[in-house]
């Protein structure tokens, strides 16, 4: 986008004064960036309108991509870098006397997602604008996002997260495209004479407005602007009289108030699933309503349209659209089954039992009869079709509806074309055993795709430091073709390349060590190895394997202060659901192994320990830069991928990891030498969890190290955890330690103990740095989304 520094000052005044009234000098940083942000709104606006045009002009083929969940980040620095104006505006700002970093500082981070899931949503946005394809994002506005976490004497206490309270500049309210969500009400089927089908009638509903609200998608320098669709419930215009009582708009306003918090994790409340079908349905109405615009054959309808659904959490969309095209465009049910199974396709992120959505069939029989009575029928036709080919028994075991209940994941696999994991292990995991049964009967629809994440927020935004010295290093191809990051092994012998990227990296450890001393009151030394586990707190992520080796270190220096071990800062950033009991008594145990060890003196600070508030995207991008050990711990098998992963690993930290997810293809891609391996691989997991063999108790009798370490938790010696402490206790020895904890344990601290002597050694160090940089481009969110968009979609990148 050209643009010059002088006109951009100029209109960022003008702005200013317009909105406000008065010089921007006058200005606060929310003002200052709500300026900025309006004006570069309407910087894209024109390619926005643009791009929606030449979609309808050219009748192209399009995705729309539903998820209950999006984490786009903070969005006004990576808008101007996509847009090509970020150093013009920096510049510009910096001329005005404003600093762009802290300006873009004031802009609330929207964090309408839990996690992995609906971060990578994020990713896969950005990436189908800048690879050029034409994709929607369909989703819910929250009113309220994910919970703000605070400590309180080290338990996590959660605040409402009230992230509208300024303008939101970026989102576009749509009051013409509203569409009505109808739940409830009575069925009934009539047939006019003459006529020779049954017609539905549906009254007697309680009918909700869905207004949406779109946020511009902006592609990498090209010109491309998608549309992210987030639908908000209200009350019907006209139709106030129905909603007479307080507790009536109360309940409409409920359904879009806010987000579940509940990661990897099935709630079976009437209102999730309330918020489920009320997005999806929007969701197909307004793809509906685009379609028939087009004027085309029914049949037409998978050549235009791809929808994929994010997990399960949108599957209600396959009935919706059945629903439609029978109810109220008259298709007949193979026509519309057809149609539906050719348009809709499924990921799967979690093989954990726990996560898998099933529904109550009487809950969804009263909230969405329609619905229920269509789901039954798939269900009926899927039997009756199967059973004569594979037997009652396997047939009956991929029934959508049994023992009262729906399960999601079965009529995601039976309504759509494609079924993919998100990692190579976990869509093996998923054919040989989880979906097995589903595999034997679709092989030709289960396939991998593994995730990726986006270099432009995860190393050009986040990392100006490394992006800089990458410039000047290898040119700048690598920013639009990441692949061409691999250049830089070509410099993995040269001193002065690896000096620069130590350098580059105690920069960022140096801004990390100033928020842990401004805003937490920690002092660290940033030449310290700074350790990083972030993630969602669950007991399979395995936070408390880390706290055991924490411990030994500990231990080790209580014996002999002067023991002669590398020193570290141990970072952890991880939000429990309020409801997870057990995550949130690890969040009070690492807290107070914090406050033991930072506050004590004989150890000298060759330990120290920042347990970040609130961790999040914004979080993400300041610490992801600074870490130089990138944990990657869970029990073989349960991580379906892992993303934090694939950005630590672009921004330089090695992994300390077991065989899980992702972690897999990174060591396959970084190279044995360039990665800590270790623990039971996925195989050896099952076997242990086929033949019950497994005893923890044993090993921790048996095992003096590791016993005098698990005392810890309940001998006194940290203070105010008597209750975690003895639950965490039990859980791993008295109760068989169900995620194998004290089984990987010597392996982990053996690769822990081999990390210290390569860090010692700086130029070795650098070198697996340097090569984990250089073997991350194959994990760009854009390589991704391209096999989406080749393998499962069928929509080709615009010219
Ligand atoms: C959340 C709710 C239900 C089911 C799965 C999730 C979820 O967040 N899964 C995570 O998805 C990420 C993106 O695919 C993966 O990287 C994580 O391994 C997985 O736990």
């Known amino acids: 986008m050209a643009f010059?520094?002088?006109?951009?000052?100029?209109?960022?005044?003008?702005?200013?004064?317009?909105?406000?009234?008065?010089?921007?000098?006058?200005?606060?940083?929310?003002?200052?960036?709500?300026?900025?942000?309006?004006?570069?709104?309407?910087?894209?606006?024109?390619?926005?309108?643009?791009?929606?045009?030449?979609?309808?002009?050219?009748?192209?083929?399009?995705?729309?991509?539903?998820?209950?969940?999006?984490?786009?980040?903070?969005?006004?620095?990576?808008?101007?870098?996509n847009m090509g104006i970020l150093d013009c505006v920096k510049q510009g700002m910096d001329e005005l006397g404003l600093d762009l970093d802290e300006v873009a500082r004031a802009e609330v981070d929207p964090a309408l997602g839990n996690g992995g899931l609906g971060r990578l949503a994020s990713c896969f946005m950005d990436s189908i604008a800048s690879t050029g394809l034409a994709g929607n994002g369909n989703g819910i506005r929250y009113r309220y996002g994910l919970f703000k976490q605070k400590f309180i004497n080290g338990y996590q206490i959660e605040l409402p997260e009230n992230w509208l309270r300024n303008r939101n500049v970026w989102e576009v309210r749509k009051e013409n495209k509203a569409v009505i969500v109808r739940f409830g009400g009575d069925v009934?089927?009539?047939?006019?004479?003459?006529?020779?089908r049954l017609r539905v009638r549906h009254e007697n509903t309680r009918d909700i407005l869905a207004v949406p609200y779109d946020t511009a998608q902006v592609g990498y320098n090209n010109g491309v602007v998608n549309n992210l669709r987030l639908w908000s419930a209200e009350i019907p215009y006209g139709d106030e009289a129905r909603f007479s009582t307080e507790e009536q708009r109360e309940e409409v306003k409920r359904i879009t108030e806010v987000l579940y918090p509940d990661d990897s994790n099935y709630e079976g409340r009437l209102l999730r699933v309330q918020q489920e079908y009320?997005?999806?349905?929007?969701?197909?109405q307004s793809i509906v309503r685009y379609f028939k615009r087009l004027k085309l054959d029914w049949s037409l309808f998978p050549d235009k349209i791809a929808i994929h659904i994010n997990d399960t959490h949108p599957t209600l969309a396959i009935p919706e659209l059945m629903r439609i095209l029978m109810d109220e465009e008259g298709l007949t049910w193979d026509q519309a089954w057809e149609i539906t199974k050719k348009t809709v396709s499924y990921t799967n992120h979690t093989i954990l039992q726990e996560a898998m959505e099933r529904w109550p069939e009487t809950?969804?029989?009263?909230?969405?009869?329609?619905?229920?009575?269509?789901?039954?029928?798939?269900?009926?036709?899927?039997i009756d079709k199967k059973t004569p080919l594979y037997g009652e028994e396997l047939s009956q075991r991929t029934a959508i509806i049994a023992n009262g209940q729906i399960k999601m994941a079965n009529l995601a696999i039976i309504g759509s074309h494609s079924v993919n994991g998100v990692a190579r292990l976990h869509t093996?995991?998923?054919?040989?055993?989880?979906?097995?049964?589903?595999?034997?009967?679709?092989?030709?629809?289960?396939?991998?795709?593994?995730?990726?994440?986006?270099?432009?927020?995860?190393?050009?935004?986040?990392?100006?430091?490394?992006?800089?010295?990458?410039?000047?290093?290898?040119?700048?191809?690598?920013?639009?073709?990441?692949?061409?990051?691999?250049?830089?092994?070509?410099?993995?012998?040269?001193?002065?390349?690896l000096d620069k990227l130590e350098q580059v990296k105690l920069s960022n450890k140096e801004r990390f060590a100033a928020y842990a001393k401004n805003e937490m009151g920690i002092e660290i030394d940033p030449t310290a190895l700074f350790d990083v586990q972030i993630k969602r707190l669950h007991a399979y992520k395995r936070q408390l394997l880390n706290v055991?080796?924490?411990?030994?270190?500990?231990?080790?220096?209580?014996?002999?202060?002067?023991?002669?071990?590398?020193?570290?800062?141990?970072?952890?950033?991880?939000?429990?659901?309020?409801?997870?009991?057990?995550?949130?008594q690890i969040i009070k145990l690492i807290n107070s192994i914090a406050y033991l060890i930072n506050n004590d003196p004989s150890i000298n600070d060759k330990i120290k320990i920042v347990f970040v508030e609130n961790y999040g995207v914004s979080l993400a991008e300041l610490i992801i830069p600074a870490a130089d050990i990138s944990e990657q711990i869970s029990l073989a098998g349960k991580e379906a991928s892992g993303t934090s992963n694939m950005k630590l690993m672009s921004n330089g930290a090695i992994t300390m990891a077991t065989l899980d997810g992702a972690n897999v293809e990174i060591r396959d891609n970084v190279g044995e030498d360039n990665i800590f391996i270790f623990g039971l691989k996925s195989d050896e997991v099952q076997e242990y969890y086929r033949n019950g063999v497994y005893n923890s108790r044993d090993i921790y009798d048996k095992n003096p190290r590791l016993k005098r370490i698990l005392n810890l938790l309940i001998d006194g010696t940290i203070p105010g955890v008597e209750t975690e402490g003895r639950d965490i206790f039990d859980s791993l020895v008295m109760y068989n330690d169900e995620y194998f904890l004290l089984k990987d344990f010597d392996g982990y601290l053996q690769a822990q103990y081999e990390a210290d002597a390569a860090f010692s050694d700086r130029d070795r160090w650098n070198r697996m740095a340097l090569m984990n940089i250089a073997s991350s481009g194959p994990f760009s969110s854009d390589y991704t989304i391209l096999r989406y968009a080749d393998e499962i979609w069928k929509i080709k990148p615009q010219s």
């Open 4 to 81: 010059d520094v002088q006109e951009f000052k100029k209109e960022y005044q003008k702005k200013f004064e317009e909105l406000f009234a008065y010089g921007y000098e006058a200005g606060s940083k929310t003002e200052q960036y709500i300026a900025l942000g309006d004006l570069v709104r309407g910087l894209y606006s024109e390619d926005w309108i643009q791009t929606i045009m030449e979609y309808n002009k050219k009748k192209e083929k399009q995705v729309y991509y539903f998820s209950m969940e999006f984490l786009p980040g903070r969005m006004l620095k990576s808008n101007l870098l």
């Open 188 to 196: 009934s089927f009539t047939q006019e004479d003459g006529d020779s």
């Open 278 to 284: 009320f997005f999806s349905s929007a969701g197909i």
């Open 363 to 382: 809950m969804i029989a009263d909230l969405l009869p329609r619905i229920y009575q269509i789901i039954q029928e798939i269900n009926r036709r899927h």
């Open 428 to 497: 093996d995991i998923l054919m040989a055993d989880t979906l097995n049964d589903f595999y034997v009967m679709y092989p030709q629809k289960f396939n991998n795709k593994t995730n990726g994440i986006t270099q432009r927020r995860w190393v050009q935004i986040a990392n100006e430091n490394l992006t800089a010295m990458l410039d000047e290093t290898i040119g700048t191809e690598w920013k639009s073709n990441p692949e061409e990051i691999k250049i830089l092994k070509a410099h993995r012998d040269n001193k002065n390349v």
């Open 548 to 584: 055991l080796h924490i411990l030994d270190r500990y231990l080790q220096l209580k014996d002999n202060p002067n023991a002669n071990l590398q020193k570290r800062v141990f970072i952890f950033g991880a939000k429990a659901a309020p409801s997870y009991y057990y995550a949130k």
